[in-house]
């Protein structure tokens, strides 16, 4: 009885939390406000009577990206509301993790789904903690989060449409419905650092190999293999990644050193800016694994390894697929290096920590199979607390980033306010117009950088100048 109200107990007590962690990752991004690229695509809208003729000439003369080219306008319209858009994005990262958490526990310990918010509690603390270094570039910036949050929403969401239709319909049929999508989302997503490739991955392999409820077999192994191969070469003729090269003015390099040397150095990036990722994501997922198994005992409890392993071998399958794709999606980056930054490897970060997440589920049970019962009675404890030591964490730096954000936020809309007054504006140095230094720290977690105190000719400077009327515009020492 005892142990009843107590799970009974942790479980309310897990989902207010879930739910006090939801509210405070969106509540940071109502204080976002908008900079650098987003000030400038705002300016250069003014000169347009039409969002759709600006974003035409936009995916014509700077990126070659179809799909946020037209998302950017309905987020800029306005510089005061654009934090809604911000919220969006806060709000897909959310969703992202509610999926990911969904599809792990759906599928790693079938039957265990009322663990869910435990699961996602853990997954959206290691997505968040694990990408620190580039989280405000991801999720607190509207025209660059677009890129990677969104499409990453869109992506899971459309997965999980397709997990009831290739349930419900042949291999075959489903390749030839699939792989004109593809080839349409490629076209619209456009250059190497979005979604094309994963999108790949993730639509075929995974589902084909995992999902279906068969033996792995030849058919199978053969369609995941004419999916990867359509992949890469979907993203290699994708227009936009032609059109952002030309307006870039890269070129595609096809020699095969130079790309391995850019490999390993992309490689380098990457895992660079997601230090913390591999080693939390490793953590994570072996307490949650212990979690869900100390709640149904029957997984953890066999007699013979082999009959386990055969049982179970399905998410070592998967863990590898997963682990596998991260590194091949790197490999159109090496191509045009000018793409590859620290945000492009969002997805190659993901992929490698869920694939951690399956191995782990793999793993735990044969773990915990071997451990003494006075170790179980340990760990149990630790997996009890260790989600709200991880949130309370989580919570603590959003809180001080909350805090910090707002008195950004309130500097930003009363510099907006005194800029909008055009010619009126108090504040001048001969044909300069300059605006107030921002006073306080700024948040580690937004993604916000100032015009310059030096230099009226940098690009942020002269996109506020153009945006409000001026000449041009600079920030006080």
Not at 70 to 93: C, E, F, T
Not at 452 to 476: H, L, M, T
Request: charged share 15%; glycine share 4%.
């Amino acid at each position: 009885m005892f142990m009843k109200m107590f799970r009974v107990s942790f479980s309310l007590f897990l989902i207010l939390f879930c739910i006090f962690t939801i509210f405070q990752v969106i509540h940071l991004a109502y204080h976002s406000w908008p900079v650098s690229d987003d000030i400038s695509i705002a300016s250069q809208m003014q000169n347009y009577d039409s969002m759709l003729k600006y974003s035409w000439n936009y995916y014509k003369t700077w990126d070659g990206r179809l799909l946020n080219n037209l998302i950017y306008p309905l987020l800029l319209s306005d510089l005061l509301s654009q934090n809604i858009g911000v919220m969006i994005h806060a709000l897909a990262l959310v969703l992202s993790a509610v999926l990911l958490a969904f599809i792990w526990q759906r599928y790693a310990f079938p039957g265990t789904l009322k663990h869910l918010p435990y699961s996602f509690l853990l997954i959206l603390c290691t997505m968040w903690l694990g990408l620190t270094p580039i989280i405000d570039e991801t999720v607190y910036w509207a025209s660059g989060g677009v890129d990677y949050i969104l499409y990453f929403f869109f992506l899971v969401a459309w997965l999980s449409i397709m997990i009831y239709l290739f349930n419900t319909i042949t291999p075959l049929i489903y390749l030839y419905i699939t792989l004109p999508i593809l080839l349409l989302w490629s076209f619209l997503v456009g250059t190497g650092n979005q979604a094309t490739f994963p999108a790949v991955v993730f639509l075929t392999t995974y589902y084909m190999l995992i999902f279906k409820n068969r033996s792995i077999n030849r058919k199978y192994a053969l369609s995941a293999l004419i999916f990867f191969i359509a992949g890469a070469v979907f993203m290699y003729i994708a227009p936009g990644n032609f059109r952002r090269a030309h307006c870039a003015k890269s070129s595609f390099i096809w020699d095969i050193p130079h790309m391995w040397s850019q490999y390993v150095i992309i490689l380098r990036l990457f895992i660079s800016k997601s230090k913390y990722l591999l080693p939390l994501s490793a953590i994570t997922s072996l307490i949650g694994s212990i979690y869900v198994c100390l709640q149904n005992k029957e997984l953890y409890t066999f007699d013979n390894v082999s009959d386990y392993f055969n049982a179970r071998k399905k998410l070592l399958i998967t863990s590898l697929i997963f682990i596998i794709a991260a590194f091949i999606y790197i490999g159109p980056f090496t191509l045009v290096p000018h793409f590859a930054s620290p945000r492009t490897g969002f997805f190659f970060m993901l992929f490698i920590m869920i694939g951690l997440w399956f191995l782990m589920a793999f793993i735990t049970p044969l773990i915990l199979n071997h451990t003494p019962k006075k170790l179980i009675l340990v760990t149990a404890i630790i997996a009890y607390v260790f989600p709200f030591v991880l949130a309370g964490l989580l919570n603590k730096h959003i809180m001080q980033d909350i805090s910090l954000a707002r008195n950004v936020r309130k500097q930003m809309v009363e510099r907006h306010e005194a800029l909008s007054k055009g010619d009126d504006y108090p504040y001048r140095r001969g044909p300069l117009v300059v605006v107030r230094k921002i006073r306080g720290d700024i948040p580690k977690s937004i993604h916000f950088r100032d015009i310059s105190s030096k230099n009226p000719g940098d690009w942020i400077n002269k996109a506020v100048a153009r945006y409000y009327g001026f000449k041009a515009v600079i920030r006080e020492k």
